[in-house]
């Protein structure tokens, strides 16, 4: 799953290893300089990436560090590569006919192609398909790129010339009239086809936002602002309707009536054209009603369209009188018919007005979970895709089906030199794979839906195989008990996404010569599909024949070839798998490099394939028992080992990371400790006395010598440091190890062995290391007790139940442990001196190291493991026992360190808010990142549970209880929907759902038949996969439902769950019934109709048959990376992170160039660009970029994530705080509103993150002085803030003073001063008196005690003088605009610090020091509130990028 496209740089020739530690980056591989990286940030950037880009897949970023600390050279590098692409772009004029010529922007690596796209796409040009672009007379040929055409120069002037039809260009005129006309209808969206999905942005923003913003930003004219938000948004509302989840858009109700342009068009009867009239070039006939009801017929001919004489009835060719010959369709209908006209051109006005991000296709489906009922008009495109074998695609390549397989195939073959030609193999691996995964979606639900022959129909349903459009899809049932001894069909069902994983892990690693098939796993009504490219000739060969390496049965048979081998050590590394020999049926010894189920067939076409992966990763010991193994104490305690479905559970791959990574540390401090006792042996001449101390003591008594070392680098923190010596250790490997065969390449990927998840990893570590290591060596004993910070020793058991893991190196690696450098000089010295020159003593310290963290070489650090550990079936040979005994001992750790440190450290950051998860999707991406299954999911709710932090922690639980809850119910449908005959599928959906959520004890009504059929006793045979003709389904009762789920929850998750139906699980669990509705309709690819649901009513079911409107399919598939990018989008946050915003904001344009450059337009990692980019803009005091940046970014996660996805949420919060600098009040708060409505309907009010939007609402209506409301909000924001954050956080002190301020507007000194002495006391009892936030606080309360006091003085005046009392004016003051803004910037963590030239210099050690206070747990705002915060000549800073 991690990304490493390009750590392998396949070309490389043997190039000797000394070269590549000095430079550290392989001849032809400039940008990802991989030499220890010395970053002047220092910080791990992934931490920023996380939060940042939250939704890029969790594990993608693991292994990007590379990219993060470029070396100075590796960035000039890059930045010349990269002006390389950006030739100065030029302008053109171009003359349409009719039109007058206009101007043309254009770079030179454009196609022309391009340029007719553009054209087709111009509101004046858009009805023209069929046309060539001339110079001089001379046609260009569309796939040239514009800088080779001789004489194209600034200025040129292209003429678009009509060119004659044939019957393809006559289809694709007619279906691109068709999009025209459908420009602005939502309806391709909501049934999920084209890569269309839904938008709602412009509903809020009345289109106002960026250029048009300017005239309406009278930001003085706050009367006529209508503030008051829905009833529904409310603090304290309980109503969650479903409707205002689709707020109606103005110009869909335009399309559906009065902007109608035509009633019908269509492909005639009489198509098609008879010979005789194929001579006077006829090439189709379509017929047409206008919206005057006029029924016409036309002919597309050679020479365009016109209208003939035909009728319903009778055919008559001939020409009309007039006939009105036009080169477009449009121009004829615009003769025709004047309402056309108009309408016509007011539909491509407001199609024009779009954002193009409106309009622009996704590069994967994305499927809404609810729609509106929309009229099914009559579309002949539509009907006609349907029905013709258009396979998929036919009018990219003439004549035949796309083969697949060669496609995705030759796209990896494509060079990788430089980076214009990475940037094109990229692209098209992209392409490739977003149109694969479409038409593997496609075929997949064709199969289900009996659509197509299965290649093997004599054989009962689940055993069938199909192909369709050059792709193999199979079932995802046990056929001929193959996973018999595995678990059966549970085990056929795990094995699919088992192996996209692998596929996944080996495409990241894309070492060249090695191949893996395309590969999609869809869940679709109630079946798992696979779906995969064919591997030419497979077909023709039975599988024993064709299978040269590995087993295909389970290792009973085994294979190997030395091809394979080859090609498979160069992934050993990356992936942790070992090299190793089983033994085969005649007891011959064979060598593999991955696990035996892993199958390499040569295809016809001589490519060396790998397939059937799932066993990449090493299995889950925790999940499988095995007679005679003991797993480690800490498993143990927490219940392990489990039973679990099937025996094909295995670990993730971010899980291997962090543990290879904790063993790293542990092996550093381990080396470093033994080096300090031979020194101070060596000193002290005392060798007992220091043997018998602890460490901790006797560390810092010793001189440190690499102090100055340390503080050369003072901005580097532990992890850089750790990702250093890692590099080298590595590099020793490379060296050392004889059997290496391609020392570049397997150099090449050393920065895998450092895996950064985030922070998390490295303070997780040593604490649980002391228990793991129980094969550790003598010295160990001596040297391990866990040392905190301080040097005191802690007892590790009283950490873990804490739930903390913390690391002694949390600060500076070297500080703590002094020997750490003289370590990693030590591992250095034994790479490039082969060991020779090294005492022996040195020598023994690294083998007992090693030892200790179970590496498999004793001369460097190399943690990799067996993944057929435990394989039923697989045997090993004799002389390997020693080894096998260490792998087994490896694997009981990993599953220990799950246990005891990630479990743990996901808690810890939930807690200090690090990690905040606000619907099951973004909880399983929590899970993953950390490498925790989701089959941990019960463990994780009952750590929780026993945590003293419970409440702290309520958010967390009640979302791992939705998730459990729906994916237990999501189990359950899957074999409920098998046995559902298709016409009874929306009656056995809303029966399902009714049982899940409806109070009414719901008895299902069998769909009376609609038809009767007069025989009644017909034998049907049914042999559609999802047939099944029986009524079984309709005997579910709600009581019987949740039986079932209890009972999944405890076999699956091992949870008990106390409830009998949905009303005891909102009432115990405080869920909310349409969070739940949201999540399984998710989960099971349910599209319901949006409108308001009765959950609670005793009386009648909430769901009908008619509710139901779609099943979707649920798709997973392996989502390509554009390396270089990512690259680029690092190093810039890295720059942001040290204060340099100008340099950070030109790499993340590059950046946002490169993402474009290979995704397209739309995808989520441009998303997260957008948004920092838009940050950065603001920051500078850009308002007006940084308002346009995050309108893209909010079209784009609406489109890319969906319409109430948590990162779309905080999307719209980012967008309103930007329109509200920029003086757009109104729009601010509408987007808010908006927000807190998504918030409440996918998590519910109760949520740490609801408190930053409360605060903002309220803020925003205190600055247009509704303070009744504004206190509403402030009010609840500072409850949720002292639940969440603990009564004595700075985050609650800031919420009192906000709501001190909004009492002072209001004259009710009495109660702000009450709140602003809370807040004065939490700042005092925190910072001290002299702290500067204290001080204001003081100062903020003598003057509201001077207001109190004045206002008593009037009002004792008014009461004695009656009427006439001379009374002093109060001052009575709306809150200024700035100081409004001042605040809604510290509660968004941007602050604004006041700078002196001497501050500048301390200003990157203070960012050092929020990093490294940050990272040991103190939120971020506890360090935001610092400093006066005026606004002028300020120089800004992010404190969290997010």
Known sequence: MVSKTDDIPASVPNCNVNTVDVVGETPDRKESSKSPHKDPCGHSVDTVVMNGGGAHNPSEEESKQDGAGDTDGGEDSNEQEVIVIQDTGFTVKIQAPGTEPFDLQVSPQEMVQEIHQVLMDREDTCHRTCFSLQLDSNVLDNFAELKSIEGLQEGSLLKVVE????????RIHVRHIRDLLKGLDPSDAYNGVDCNSLSFLSVFTDGDLGDSGKRKKKGSQLEQIDCTP????????????LLPLQPQNKDWKVIMTPMQCLKVLTMSGWNPPPGNRKMHGDLMYLYMVTVEERHISITASTRGFYLNQSTTYTFNPKPANPSFLSHSLVELLSQISPAFKKNFTAL?????????FERIATPFQVYSWTAP?????????????????????????PGQTRDWNEELQTTRELARKNLPDRLLRERAIFKVHSDFAAAATRGSMAVIDGNVMAINPGEETRMQMFIWNNIFFSLGFDVRDHYRELGGDAAAHAAPTNDLNGVRAYGAVDVEGLYTLGTVVVDYRGYRVTAQSIIPGILEREQEQSVIYGSIDFGKTVVSHGKYLELLERTSRPLKVQRHNVLNEKDESMELCSSVECKGIIGNDGRHYILDLLRTFPPDLNFLPVEGEELSPESVREGFPRQHRHRLACLRQELIEAFVEHRYLLFMKMAALQLMQQKANKESKLATLTENSSPGAAVPALPSTETPDASAESSETSTETLTDANSDAVQTETT?????????????TTTEAAPKTEPMTETDSSATTTTNASQATPIEDNVVPTVTTNGSLVPFATAIQNGECESPLEGKAEDIIPGLAQAKELAESLAEEDGSGIDPKSREVVLNACKAVGSISNTSFDIRFNPDIFSPGVRFPEDSADDIQKQKQLLKDAGAFMVSCQIPSLVKDCLDHSALPMDGATLTEALH???????????VLAFVDQTPAKAQLEHFYRIGISELITRCAKHIFKTYLQGVELSALSAAVSHFLNCFLSSFDAVAHLPADELVSRRKNRKRRNRVPGGGDNTAWASLTPSELWKNIVSEAQSYYHFTLHCENADQVVEKYGLQKITLLREISIKAGIQILIKEYNFDSRHKPAFTEEDILNIFPVVKHVNPKASDAFHFFQSGQAKVQQGYLKEGCELINEALNLFNNVYGAMHVEICACLRLLARLNYIMGDHHEALSNQQKAVLMSERVLGVEHPNTIQEYMHLALYCFANGQLSTALKLLYRARYLMLMVCGEDHPEMALLDSNIGLVLHGVMEYDLSLRFLENALAINTKYHGPRSLKVALSHHLVARVYESKAEFRSALQQEKEGYTIYKNQ????????KESSEYLKYLTQQAVALQRTMNEIYKNGSNASIMPLKF???SMASVLEQLNIINGIIFIPLSQKDLENLKAEVQRRQQLQESGKSVEDLTVDGPLELEDKIPMDVNVD
């Open 736 to 748: 050392s190890t004889s059997d290496a065969p391609q020392p570049a390449a397997t150099e090449a």
């Open 1327 to 1334: 910072v001290g008196e002299a702290h500067e936030k204290t």
């Open 230 to 241: 829905p009833e529904h948004i409310l603090p304290g509302s309980k109503e969650r309707p």
């Open 1373 to 1375: 003051t709306a809150p």
């Open 163 to 170: 060119e004659p039809y044939t019957v393809r260009e006559a």
């Open 348 to 356: 491509q006005k407001k199609r024009v007005q779009r954002h193009p």
């Open 373 to 397: 009922q929309v009229d099914h008009t009559m579309d002949c495109v539509r009907a006609e895709d349907a029905y013709t074998s258009r396979l998929g695609y036919e009018e990219h390549i």
């Open 929 to 939: 990142q950390r490498g925790i299954n989701v089959r941990y999911l019960g463990n």
